[in-house]
């Protein structure tokens, strides 16, 4: 089955960093386009940020701009995101997964938790 597991999550203060990953398996990772989603409690979850398969090109959520990163590296089925100057609003469990036409393609895997205390 496909998997995308997220790991790198942790307890950090407000202004921190935090380096999340996505391990990727079992379909062709650089076939798609890949993002990172977030789901704070009590509310939907979102996507934040997306990576082409094709250019490289990246989106971001305007709260999220500026601060964080996306990247991937297809030879090792991984993609990333570097979080930086955190602040409380970025608690949530965070995703990752495949889109097509900016829709998550696969079932969701194992998020990661991001805690940003003040």
């Known amino acids: 089955d496909v998997q995308l597991q997220a790991s790198g999550g942790g307890l950090v203060q407000a202004g921190g960093s935090l380096r999340l990953s996505c391990a990727a398996s079992y379909f062709t990772f650089d076939n798609y386009a890949v993002g990172w989603f977030r789901q704070a409690p009590g509310k939907e979850r979102e996507r934040i940020s997306c990576?082409?398969?094709?250019?490289?090109?990246?989106y971001y959520t305007d709260s999220v701009k500026g601060r964080f990163t996306i990247s991937r590296d297809n030879a090792k089925n991984m993609l990333y995101l570097q979080m930086n100057s955190l602040k409380p609003e970025d608690t949530a469990v965070y995703y990752c997964?495949?889109?097509?036409?900016?829709?998550?393609?696969?079932?969701w895997g194992q998020g990661t938790q991001v805690t940003v205390s003040n």
């Open positions: 990576i082409s398969n094709s250019d490289g090109s990246t």
């Open positions: 997964n495949s889109l097509a036409y900016g829709h998550p393609v696969f079932s």
